[in-house]
């Protein structure tokens, strides 16, 4: 599974949060295999410079062979839970997807 990660223009994208977001994705997506080629995560600060209440944002478009992109996103008051929390999104959305595919 490749993993791209993009940021805004109001989050620092270095090394260190590249490594962490890349480790909870794939660990949460481990279980799919190769069903899942590529991740694409999008992180930003839906406020910007302003601070608020879940201004973090992540948002995830999982690739499957052979089907259409799945999307969710998550906001919370850190990248990190952001990331989390639409990793748990994504989990339950691909179960979903892939399991309506078997009951057919």
Same mark, same amino acid.
């Given at each position: 599974?490749?993993?791209?990660?993009? #940021? $805004?223009? #109001?989050?620092?994208?270095?090394?260190?949060?590249?490594?962490? *977001? @890349?480790?909870?994705? @794939? +660990?949460?997506?481990?279980?799919?295999?190769?069903?899942? *080629?590529?991740?694409?995560? %999008?992180? =930003?600060?839906?406020? /910007?410079?302003? %601070?608020?209440?879940? $201004?973090?944002?992540?948002? !995830?478009?999982?690739?499957? #062979?052979? !089907? &259409?992109? &799945?999307?969710? =996103? %998550? &906001?919370?008051? =850190? !990248?990190?839970?952001?990331?989390?929390?639409? *990793?748990?999104?994504?989990? +339950? #959305?691909?179960?979903?997807?892939? /399991?309506?595919?078997? $009951?057919?």
């Amino acid at each position: 599974m490749k993993i791209q990660i993009n #940021t $805004d223009n #109001t989050v620092e994208g270095h090394e260190e949060l590249s490594r962490e *977001t @890349e480790e909870v994705v @794939e +660990r949460g997506l481990a279980r799919f295999g190769e069903r899942v *080629t590529r991740v694409e995560v %999008h992180l =930003s600060d839906v406020n /910007g410079a302003k %601070h608020g209440v879940d $201004d973090k944002r992540c948002l !995830l478009e999982a690739r499957l #062979t052979g !089907l &259409q992109p &799945q999307v969710v =996103s %998550h &906001q919370a008051e =850190s !990248l990190h839970s952001a990331t989390t929390g639409a *990793t748990r999104k994504l989990v +339950r #959305t691909l179960d979903s997807t892939i /399991g309506r595919l078997h $009951d057919r």
